[in-house]
């Protein structure tokens, strides 16, 4: 069983960088075919993709982020971490960290970390 946990601050200020971190038991990071993906919900709205590094380190960021996003990893800490520059209110989610096994239908969530970007 994966489990995920978020950890970052639940505040940042307008232009700054937010960076969350996902602390992964159960299963390495490095191991085959698990791709780690960042999702954030606003407030009022749906679940909306950011990005995700895979078992192998390639990373994805949809389009509308490319610019502000990157994800990085730790293998020695079994972590995983978004890095979202110039925030702005519109930032304001909650984030999840979650985990997929590639053609499996194994899917693992964090409970979510709130944060509030307000200046």
């Known amino acids: 069983q994966v489990q995920l946990q978020e950890s970052g601050p639940g505040l940042a200020k307008p232009s700054q960088t937010l960076s969350l971190t996902c602390t992964v038991s159960?299963?390495?990071?490095?191991?085959?075919?698990?791709?780690w993906s960042w999702i954030r919900q606003p407030p009022g709205k749906g679940l909306e993709f950011i990005g995700w590094?895979?078992?192998?380190?390639?990373?994805y960021v949809r389009s509308s982020l490319n610019s502000r996003a990157t994800i990085s990893r730790d293998t020695s800490q079994n972590q995983f971490t978004l890095h979202l520059s110039t925030v702005t209110p519109e930032d304001t989610a909650v984030y999840f960290c979650?985990?997929?096994?590639?053609?499996?239908?194994?899917?693992?969530w964090g409970q979510g970390t709130q944060v509030t970007v307000s200046g």
């Open positions: 979650t985990a997929r096994l590639e053609a499996s239908a194994d899917n693992y």
């Open positions: 159960g299963s390495a990071i490095t191991t085959d075919r698990y791709y």
């Open positions: 590094i895979s078992y192998s380190g390639r990373t």
